[in-house]
């Protein structure tokens, strides 16, 4: 199964702004966010308690899972990828191995697809290095307004979340930098207080705090 890959020039320049928002877009966000609560926790509890996640098998790429019929069905994709080509915005190294290079990141990418537009979701990206330690995460609360705005959208696409109404699909991404550097930053610590290391590290994802999609990758040394 391979997975969406937007091409196009917009794609491309998007991904050369800055994923920084403003502090005025930080409010906006968090502003929302703290309205969404309440009913992120009731449809959560609707959706029931059932298992609806995932791991990625052995060799596959990319896991994909049904959601919920609380978000009006649809499938969850997971898969992860090296870099974002600038001439057509087509995502490169799909895999799940991956060496430590200068400046560069693992981008580990969360698909909705066939999703109502204007389901709020609370989705968290969860980084874990390979002794079991939860190192990065990534929070993120959509509401219902954000996929009828063009602002809010764009507010959003700063945090690399991005809405697409009309195709009743959404994608949010998370990177984490494996520059050889962060090797050399912990040289003074003592083995069992290194954090970045090569093995086999893990992404998981949650949505309204349950488990969606899971995979590994393979973290190697530069070549």
């Not at 449809?43 to 994909?64: F, M, N, Q, R």
């Not at 490169?92 to 200068?102: D, I, Q």
């Not at 700063?158 to 050399?184: H, M, Q």
Request: hydrophobic content about 40%; proline content about 5%; aromatic content about 8%.
């Amino acid at each position: 199964m391979s997975p969406r890959e937007p091409i196009g020039a917009a794609r491309a320049s998007r991904s050369l702004r800055s994923t920084i928002p403003s502090p005025a877009e930080r409010r906006t966000v968090r502003s929302h966010t703290a309205v969404l609560c309440c009913g992120l926790l009731a449809l959560a509890v609707l959706g029931g308690c059932s298992d609806y996640g995932a791991w990625a098998p052995e060799g596959a790429d990319t896991v994909a899972v049904a959601l919920p019929a609380s978000l009006g069905g649809g499938e969850a994709k997971l898969f992860l990828y090296r870099i974002t080509s600038l001439e057509t915005g087509e995502r490169l190294g799909v895999g799940r191995t991956f060496a430590m290079e200068e400046r560069r990141q693992v981008r580990a990418v969360l698909q909705f697809e066939q999703i109502d537009p204007g389901t709020p979701l609370l989705v968290h990206f969860l980084w874990i290095n390979p002794d079991g330690k939860e190192l990065f995460t990534k929070d993120i609360a959509i509401a219902e307004a954000d996929w009828h705005s063009a602002a809010r959208r764009d507010t959003l696409a700063r945090s690399l979340v991005d809405l697409y109404p009309e195709e009743r699909r959404l994608e949010i991404e998370s990177r984490y930098g494996v520059s050889p550097a962060r090797l050399e930053e912990q040289f003074h610590k003592v083995e069992e207080r290194r954090t970045f290391k090569e093995g086999i590290w893990e992404v998981r994802t949650y949505l309204f705090r349950k488990r969606l999609l899971s995979t590994t990758f393979e973290l190697t040394r530069p070549e």
